[in-house]
């Protein structure tokens, strides 16, 4: 009876990965295909005739390196920003005694409930009123604004499970507070600070309204504005689109698979890292 179990668990994950994994496949092997097996009937998995005509014609035709680039500078840039400010907000709130510290806490959790389309009208206005509209600068601090309360919340969790004693410790033996928070609290806070990397990475890299909205400048545009003019063409070049997709999913699992080691490392870490 349990190995029957087993092997029931072992193929619905087998199910679900399947599930998860086909689309990426689907998008790959189309933006292996010629135009004219594309929209070949009835479709095929494994292209007959593979070539990489596609991904030439995207980086050799279209501005897709550009975007690739500001995608890059910003999500890289918003990934800083968000870590740092969220690191030490969190510390912050869990290492200092002020009054109303708990409701800073929870207000912080309710402003990550409004959804990213009720604030885009707000900050637009306030970007405008700064004079950074159709700047990188702009959708930086949006990302950053909008990534801040999950990243405090989440961080703020972690700093709270390190023992407050390890960093007296360091305190006694003579550390300075920089020294000791540099050495004891953010190695073990590590995991944290990588899932806080991922979630901000991700959001940056994908987001299509905001930089929809602040940047009007075609050499600013981010990867997700810029793939979607491939669709203003009269007929689809859908072994373009595919091949600009399949180059859009790499950083982001490349970024995910470099640091999914060290995540996990530092979850089974616990307070004995230090």
Request: hydrophobic share 60%.
């Amino acid at each position: 009876m349990r190995r029957v179990t087993r092997l029931a668990l072992y193929a619905a994950a087998l199910g679900l990965a399947a599930q998860a994994i086909f689309p990426f496949l689907w998008m790959l092997s189309t933006s292996l295909k010629p135009p004219r097996e594309v929209l070949a009937t009835p479709p095929g998995l494994v292209p007959a005739a593979p070539t990489l005509d596609n991904f030439v014609r995207l980086l050799t035709e279209t501005a897709f390196i550009t975007y690739f680039r500001n995608s890059v500078l910003v999500a890289g840039l918003t990934v800083l920003l968000t870590t740092l400010v969220g690191a030490v907000g969190a510390y912050s709130l869990t290492r200092f005694r002020f009054p109303g510290r708990e409701a800073v806490a929870k207000l912080i959790l309710a402003t990550y409930m409004f959804a990213p389309i009720l604030i885009v009208v707000p900050i637009y206005i306030m970007a405008r009123r700064l004079g950074i509209v159709n700047t990188h600068t702009a959708l930086v601090l949006s990302y950053t604004s909008f990534s801040l309360p999950f990243a405090l919340w989440l961080l703020r969790a972690f700093f709270q499970s390190i023992p407050l004693d390890l960093e007296e410790a360091a305190l006694v033996d003579g550390a300075g507070r920089p020294r000791a928070v540099a050495y004891v609290v953010a190695p073990l806070a590590l995991p944290g600070l990588l899932a806080t990397a991922i979630f901000t990475f991700t959001l940056a890299w994908n987001d299509y309204i905001f930089t929809l909205i602040l940047i009007a400048s075609d050499e600013l545009k981010t990867l997700p504005v810029g793939v979607q003019d491939l669709f203003a063409a009269a007929v689809v070049d859908w072994g373009l689109v595919m091949a600009a997709g399949v180059l859009i999913t790499i950083p982001a699992l490349a970024f995910f698979m470099a640091v999914q080691r060290h995540l996990v490392a530092g979850w089974g870490s616990g307070g004995l890292k230090g």
